[in-house]
């Protein structure tokens, strides 16, 4: 009985070490593939903390002043809550920023669902909200390594997962972006296609009392790097101050759901202008 | 003659019917409770209208100390939180002037007229406010289906000042007509700094989207970030609406956040057949505070599928009548083109003085489908 259970221990520390190595060797490729001008990714390798500047202007002279702040990691440019359009975005980060720090681009883009209405005068039960394709796609084409966007449920964070990667991870779709120009050879290795979802970086936000309910499942999600506690958000949604239990409840969940699943937390200081993005490991 | 008339009385009594019929299923599907996992339109917020705090039994609207003690001491769910005070107005700012002349003008049963906006060139030919007179201009509406216009070209036109001799306080109503009902145009348009939004909608459903992006929680669902609005200048006076009405300040109505649902005016665009056919429900929405009535588009949809224009049109009039509310109609024989809502209705002083906009959400988390007409037997104020 007692050999038998040893045996039984024995096979599973061998699967696990052959797990581990396997997980090893999984990494060490990752890491291989990893570019070495993304601070972004590789901190999160290592676990050091991140910083980003918000741009919500279309002046390629601002952006990269910002984006040559010292110590900033990525250039959060805000497509939700500013009048930039992709046209401008992609032009900024296609403009030539020789004193950049920030050598990621990271975009804040929109879920954008739109339910599967019917027409008529018969309202039926919506269909599951779907994240615009063209949001991901066109911010990735652009050039955007980090993506920022606010998920109210783990299905709606699966849904980011698979629009944001290219396959296997998801089905974001191949085609004639300005990624090569914005991130050329000599930095991707020649294999933007390739290394990508090794060097993607992708935030949910969580502004709402629904996404803090499932805030442990969206940040148990794999592909997802970063909870971003969007406390303005959530004190609007939710109705209570920040500083006050029902506010600090919610933000203690968010917390800990990052924390539970060794995922970084983000939060924002409002305050600076530019608006900075500060994450760190939990 | 007498078998024409009879046969339209027919149609129209089989209309009101299916109307009828129609508005009966609606409210049985909108009445679906929420299941355990949120609620019925899933992975997002819905407000439930709850304000008592589940451990105390206490009000958190009225005395609750939210500030050192907890309310929701549930776990975490958006079908059972209780939202917070927050952001409630005081009783001051809730019976203060509105900032938005439209919606001052429109709950005092005013018409309301407002002018097309193309070109980024053009804005500031027409953007001066004028309250009365053959000339009155009350809002612009930036054409945002048939312009060639985006988000970067009229954020900078609504900014304070951006026209040369025009103020905040001479400035006509900022507004645009959206060409999809999505969060992305709400968002853009509100935080551009949009407090008049005209939306094409096809069904009751649509209607309740675009209150739900357009309006902050928890009325809706629109997010707050750094945007335009920022820029507006919340102790200067709006312009005078006109007529003797009164004038307010932002800060003084409980500052942009928290006072832009009640100041918000929705126009919802309805030029499409089955638009006409969901206008009763559409109109009867708390939120929708006007019905533009899309009579080039209207036409030409209905003479598409072969249906009646004229049995069409008045009925989405007859639903906005029937609701109280306004019904816009735009002249597009004129440059620019003008849009004009009128109340077609006799309201005494004291209907108009009942008249406010609630902006809230019935027990299903949608928007209460009744007339903004305080004290109606339909509201269940």
């Not at chain 2, 649902?261 to 009867?284: K, P, S």
Request: proline share 5%.
């Amino acid at each position: 009985m007692i050999r038998s259970r040893t045996k039984q221990s024995n096979a599973r520390l061998l699967a696990a070490g052959v797990l581990a190595a396997a997980t090893m060797a999984a990494s060490t490729s990752v890491l291989s593939q990893v570019w070495p001008t993304n601070t972004v990714k590789q901190n999160i390798l290592s676990g050091a903390p991140l910083v980003a500047k918000r741009i919500d202007t279309s002046d390629p002279a601002t952006y990269c002043a910002i984006a040559s702040t010292p110590g900033t990691n990525f250039t959060w440019t805000d497509m939700v809550s500013s009048g930039l359009d992709y046209s401008y975005a992609w032009a900024m980060w296609a403009a030539s920023c020789p004193t950049a720090v920030a050598s990621m681009r990271g975009a804040e883009i929109l879920y954008a669902e739109r339910p599967s209405f019917l027409d008529g005068a018969l309202p039926r039960p919506p269909a599951p909200r779907e994240l615009v394709k063209k949001e991901v796609q066109r911010a990735a084409d652009g050039g955007a390594m980090v993506l920022m966007i606010q998920v109210d449920s783990a299905a709606q964070a699966q849904q980011v997962v698979q629009r944001a990667y290219y396959p296997p991870i998801g089905t974001r779709d191949l085609g004639p972006g300005q990624y090569d120009t914005v991130y050329p050879a000599s930095v991707t290795g020649g294999n933007y296609v390739g290394t990508y979802n090794a060097n993607l970086v992708v935030i949910a936000i969580i502004s709402t009392v629904a996404g803090a309910s499932q805030a442990k499942m969206i940040a148990a999600t794999s592909g997802i790097h970063a909870i971003f506690l969007d406390a303005m958000n959530l004190e609007s949604d939710s109705g209570y101050a920040q500083g006050s239990p029902d506010f600090n409840n919610l933000a203690s969940f968010v917390r800990l759901s990052a924390l539970a699943s060794h995922k970084y937390l983000c939060t924002t200081d409002r305050t600076t202008t530019p608006n900075t993005l500060t994450c760190a490991k939990s | 003659m007498r078998s024409r008339a009879r046969l339209t009385n027919t149609r129209l009594t089989a209309a009101a019917g299916i109307a009828a019929v129609a508005m009966a299923v609606s409210l049985s599907v909108l009445g679906q409770s929420c299941p355990s996992t949120g609620c019925d339109l899933p992975g997002i917020t819905v407000p439930n209208g709850f304000t008592i705090c589940p451990n105390t039994g206490t009000d958190v609207h009225a005395s609750f100390p939210t500030g050192t003690t907890l309310c929701n001491n549930q776990p975490i769910n958006p079908a059972n939180w209780v939202y917070g005070p927050n952001t409630d107005l005081t009783a001051a700012q809730e019976t203060a002037n509105y900032w938005n002349p439209v919606q001052a003008r429109m709950i005092a049963g005013l018409p309301v007229i407002g002018r097309r906006v193309s070109t980024a060139t053009g804005y500031c030919s027409v953007a001066q406010y004028v309250a009365d007179g053959t000339n009155a201009n009350h809002f612009t509406w930036v054409d945002l289906q048939h312009s060639g216009l985006d988000n970067s070209q009229y954020w900078p036109l609504w900014n304070a000042n951006a026209c040369a001799g025009l103020t905040w306080t001479t400035t006509a109503a900022r507004g645009s007509l959206d060409s999809s009902i999505d969060e992305r145009e709400a968002q853009h348009d509100g935080d551009g700094g949009a407090y008049v939004m005209i939306r094409p909608v096809e069904s009751i459903r649509d209607a309740q989207e675009i209150i739900f992006w357009s309006f902050y929680p928890p009325f809706g669902h629109r997010s707050q970030g750094n945007t335009n609005t920022a820029a507006m200048p919340g102790g200067t006076l709006s312009p005078a609406p006109g007529s003797g009405l009164g004038q307010n300040t932002i800060n003084g109505a409980g500052g942009y956040r928290n006072s832009f649902n009640r100041n918000a005016v929705m126009i919802a665009q309805i030029g499409t057949v089955a638009g006409a056919q969901a206008a009763a429900g559409v109109a009867a929405l708390d939120g929708i505070d006007a019905i533009y009535l899309d009579q080039e588009n209207l036409q030409f949809q209905a003479a598409g599928v072969g249906a009646d224009y004229n049995q069409l049109a008045n009925g989405v009039m007859a639903a906005a009548n029937a609701n109280s509310k306004h019904l816009c109609t735009v002249d597009t024989t004129v440059t620019p083109n003008v849009m004009t809502c009128t109340l077609n209705m006799n309201l005494s002083a004291a209907d108009i003085a009942k008249r406010v906009p609630l902006r809230r959400l019935d027990a299903n988390g949608y928007p209460l489908g009744w007339t903004r007409l305080a004290g109606n037997a339909n509201g269940a104020n």
